[in-house]
Nanobody, 121 residues
């Protein structure tokens, strides 16, 4: 059974940094596409960043140049380094795992429970 456990969320001032981690189990991690999504209050869940099993990355325009996604296949973990945080980055951040791009972010992919990130002065 796939399990994804996020950690690293918290409260940070604007301009600050956080690093989120997502530890996976129950999957052949190195073969999976991994992603981070976020959902702010009253808004739909949105893609933040994806990293493929070949280490290609994609980012939402709103986070390009500020966030970096990476993975450590030996540790079965995907990371999201978030710099220059803004109040509009406040959201619950979810880890996502999928066997293909066609199911990424959808009901056939796997989700963690999320970690809260709050950017506030």
């Amino acid at each position: 059974q796939v399990q994804l456990a996020e950690s690293g969320g918290g409260v940070v001032q604007p301009g600050g940094s956080l690093r989120l981690s997502c530890a996976a189990s129950g999957i052949a991690f190195s073969r999976y596409l991994m992603g981070w999504y976020r959902q702010a209050p009253g808004k739909q869940r949105e893609l933040v960043a994806i990293i493929t099993n070949g280490d290609s990355t994609e980012y939402a325009d709103s986070v390009k140049g500020r966030f970096t996604i990476s993975r450590d296949n030996a540790k079965l973990t995907v990371y999201l380094q978030m710099n220059s945080l803004k109040p509009e980055d406040t959201a619950v951040y979810y880890c996502n795992a999928a066997q293909s791009a066609t199911v990424m972010g959808g009901p056939l992919s796997s989700w963690g429970l999320g970690t809260q990130v709050t950017v506030s002065s």
